[in-house]
């Protein structure tokens, strides 16, 4: 399994940006699918956005046209830009990897709040 570690979580106002990144240890980065889930309190754990490794990307309702995925093949790095954040964003954000198997990040919490 890949190993997937998370950063840029924080807390930010309503409207507000962040951005999350997901290193991933292996050398065949370029034949994962990636993806970012997110899980609030209480609820069940949700996709996000998806890449490709071709780079197509898809996107959940809730999140189209405020988040952006997009992968660095070079660096094994997916990220998600994510804009005009709303309190419903608030919860877990966790990076997922899967090609032979599945992998998952630790998460990390992002809470949008005034």
């Known amino acids: 399994q890949v190993q997937l570690v998370e950063s840029g979580g924080g807390l930010v106002q309503p409207g507000g940006s962040l951005r999350l990144s997901c290193a991933a240890s292996?050398?065949?980065?370029?034949?994962?699918?990636m993806a970012w889930y997110r899980q609030a309190p209480g609820k069940q754990r949700e996709l996000v956005a998806r890449?490709?490794?071709?780079?197509?990307?898809t996107y959940a309702d809730s999140v189209k046209g405020r988040f952006t995925i997009s992968r660095d093949n070079a660096k094994n790095t997916v990220l998600l830009q994510m804009n005009a954040l709303k309190p419903e964003d608030t919860a877990v954000y966790f990076c997922?990897?899967?090609?032979?198997?599945?992998?998952w990040g630790q998460g990390t919490q992002v809470t949008v709040s005034s």
């Open positions: 997922y990897a899967e090609w032979l198997n599945t992998s």
């Open positions: 890449i490709s490794s071709r780079g197509s990307t």
């Open positions: 292996t050398m065949t980065f370029n034949n994962y699918i």
